[in-house]
């Protein structure tokens, strides 16, 4: 089964965060019923685990609001500012947390375990490996900064729990978001021109949308996530 993404986009006038930028804001929700996930069977370390574990590959609130939609702009690569933030991708209760996440190249990436059982985090972009590293006891973390030499989508998964799945958006540039519990995500300081806007999600895919960005502003974005197909 698959979600499909469909994209609207209302443009309302207001201040902008810098001269000659706009922002772009919205929410992302899902329409029609949801069908309610199995729950993923646990296989390994079950005294810890568990016997099964949520499916967090769809997260809908109760307005049907749709949480780890990476929404970003497709543009040539435009090298961010550089930056010391530290992104933290944990291994909690046997799942990845978060889920799914976002970062501008360059950024640190820490690999941090809050479990007491061995995780070995395996990273593949294209199919190749970027990084596989053991995680093996509470509180044990890497940073595998160095490891991530290009952007693209990180597929993230264990090799000692199989159920385990994670992602990772890098970014050339600074303009994407992560839409939380709320559905909602803003992209801040748009210079002004036209962009496709594209949205991600993992049961969903890729959905795009062309926008012009004014001068200074916000352009409003209205994202539904259809019915299951």
């Given at each position: 089964?698959?979600?499909?993404?469909?994209?609207?986009?209302?443009?309302?006038?207001?201040?902008?965060?810098?001269l000659?930028?706009?922002?772009?804001?919205?929410?992302?929700?899902?329409?029609?019923?949801?069908?309610?996930?199995?729950?993923?069977?646990?296989?390994?370390?079950e005294?810890?685990?568990?016997?099964?574990?949520?499916?967090?590959?769809?997260?809908?609130?109760?307005?049907?609001?749709?949480?780890?939609?990476?929404?970003?702009?497709?543009?040539?690569?435009?090298?961010?500012?550089?930056?010391?933030?530290?992104?933290?991708?944990?291994?909690?209760?046997?799942?990845?947390?978060?889920?799914?996440?976002?970062?501008?190249?360059?950024?640190?990436?820490?690999v941090?375990?809050?479990?007491?059982?061995?995780?070995?985090?395996?990273?593949?972009?294209?199919?190749?490996?970027?990084?596989?590293?053991?995680?093996?006891?509470?509180?044990?973390?890497m940073?595998?900064?160095?490891?991530?030499?290009?952007?693209?989508?990180?597929?993230?998964?264990?090799?000692?729990?199989?159920?385990?799945?994670?992602?990772?958006?890098?970014?050339?540039?600074?303009?994407?978001?992560?839409?939380?519990?709320?559905?909602?995500?803003?992209?801040?300081?748009?210079?002004?021109?036209?962009?496709?806007?594209?949205?991600?999600?993992?049961?969903a895919?890729?959905?795009?949308?062309?926008?012009?960005?004014?001068?200074?502003?916000?352009?409003?974005v209205?994202?539904?996530?259809?019915?299951?197909?």
């Amino acid at each position: 089964m698959t979600v499909s993404l469909a994209l609207a986009a209302t443009i309302f006038l207001g201040s902008a965060h810098q001269l000659h930028a706009g922002m772009i804001a919205g929410e992302v929700k899902f329409v029609g019923p949801v069908s309610i996930s199995k729950p993923i069977r646990v296989s390994k370390d079950e005294d810890y685990c568990g016997s099964t574990l949520p499916d967090h590959s769809l997260l809908v609130g109760s307005g049907g609001e749709l949480k780890n939609v990476v929404v970003y702009l497709d543009v040539p690569g435009i090298r961010p500012m550089p930056s010391n933030k530290a992104n933290v991708l944990d291994t909690d209760g046997c799942s990845f947390v978060p889920r799914v996440s976002a970062m501008a190249l360059g950024e640190k990436l820490i690999v941090r375990n809050n479990d007491p059982k061995l995780h070995i985090v395996h990273s593949y972009l294209d199919k190749q490996t970027v990084f596989n590293i053991a995680v093996p006891f509470p509180g044990h973390q890497m940073e595998i900064t160095h490891k991530i030499k290009k952007a693209g989508m990180l597929q993230v998964n264990c090799d000692t729990h199989a159920w385990m799945r994670g992602y990772v958006h890098v970014f050339d540039h600074p303009f994407f978001a992560v839409t939380d519990d709320r559905g909602s995500f803003t992209v801040p300081n748009v210079p002004a021109g036209v962009y496709t806007l594209k949205a991600w999600h993992e049961k969903a895919g890729v959905q795009s949308l062309e926008l012009n960005v004014p001068d200074e502003g916000e352009i409003r974005v209205k994202l539904e996530a259809g019915r299951w197909q």
